[in-house]
């Protein structure tokens, strides 16, 4: 595993449990925060931890925030705080910044200012909890590592044909391993096997072929 360098701004319930998780996991955290008392609480279970404003752009790059392989900024509530967190970051040259958003509205400015991905955690995980009650299968599996992925793909018609003429691996560099057709699973399908319709590929293959594929299939 990858070593990597984190750093995380705002420490509450959010921050903290993304701060704290990523260090258990083996990773370098560095995690700031405004308020002494938030720093104190994280002392132990971080790398190391820091009183920092993060809408200071001098401060920021005094911790060197345009170097970390991942910036997360966990500012909810003080939207003002968080977009001059995301862009001082971006600034300095952060290649991975997620955001939290608590509103559809801050999300879309942050998208906008450059945030390389943003979630917002409540939103997000009541979809979740709905579409596991509604029996909904998720489609993203489990990340191998190194960023390549299992997925599936549905069937639709822009992939038709066989898997030898749709050729994936070569446009794409993806693997089919499986073809799931109504539940039914078929494990290294064959190269003159023809799809049908909603059929779903079981695709592995490294996240930027399958979201070149994903693109392609109009997903
Ligand atoms: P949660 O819902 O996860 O508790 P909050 O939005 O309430 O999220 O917490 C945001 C955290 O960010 C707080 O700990 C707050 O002190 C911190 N914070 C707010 N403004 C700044 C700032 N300018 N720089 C650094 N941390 C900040």
Same mark, same amino acid.
């Given at each position: 595993m990858k070593v990597k360098q984190c750093l995380v701004i705002g420490l509450g319930r959010f921050g903290t449990a993304v701060a704290t998780t990523l260090y258990e996991l083996g990773h370098e955290v560095v995690a700031v925060d405004i308020e002494e008392e938030h720093v104190q609480a994280v002392t132990n279970l971080v790398t190391h931890a820091a009183i920092l404003d993060a809408t200071d752009e001098r401060a920021l790059r005094s911790i060197g925030? =345009?170097?970390?392989d991942e910036v997360v900024i966990?500012?909810?509530?003080d939207i003002r705080a968080n977009i001059l967190a995301t862009m001082g970051a971006k600034g300095l040259g952060a290649t991975h910044v997620v955001c939290k958003a608590t509103d559809e509205i801050s999300a879309r400015v942050l998208e906008k200012i450059g945030a390389d991905e943003v979630i917002r955690p409540e939103h997000d995980m009541g979809v979740r909890v709905a579409q596991r009650l509604a029996g909904v299968k998720r489609k993203d599996a489990p990340d191998l590592g190194g960023n390549i992925s299992i997925v599936e793909i549905e069937v639709n018609e822009r992939l038709r044909g066989t898997l030898k003429e749709l050729n994936l691996s070569n446009r794409? =560099?993806?693997?089919?391993?499986a073809i799931n057709r109504a539940g039914k699973v078929e494990v290294?399908?064959?190269?003159?096997e023809l799809l049908r319709p909603h059929d779903l590929l079981v695709v592995v293959g490294d996240n930027h072929a399958i979201d070149a594929l994903r693109r392609f299939s109009g997903e």
């Open positions: 925030a =345009g170097d970390f966990a500012i909810g509530t794409f =560099g993806v693997q089919v391993i290294t399908p064959r190269a003159d």
